[in-house]
């Protein structure tokens, strides 16, 4: 499992991610504090407070480092 730190602090953010994350198989959480939502799912993700940073857990070790460099403009430094 890799772990990074993303910002989605935006609707159309909201958008970009979930359709970028749904290209791959595989389980995808994002946490926000004590909540952990599928990233997969647009209705979650409104769930979470969009204004702090949330982390992004890839289960799929094969393909973590693809993805991450696809999320580059979603990270948080």
Known sequence: MKSVTISLNSIEKVKQF???INIYD?????SSG???I???SIMGIFSLDLSKPLRLDIYNDS???EIIE???TFIHA
């Open 34 to 36: 004590r909540y952990i």
């Open 63 to 65: 393909y973590a480092d």
């Open 26 to 30: 595989g389980d995808f959480d994002l």
């Open 70 to 72: 696809k999320l580059n």
């Open 38 to 40: 599928d990233a997969k």
């Open 18 to 20: 979930v359709n970028l």
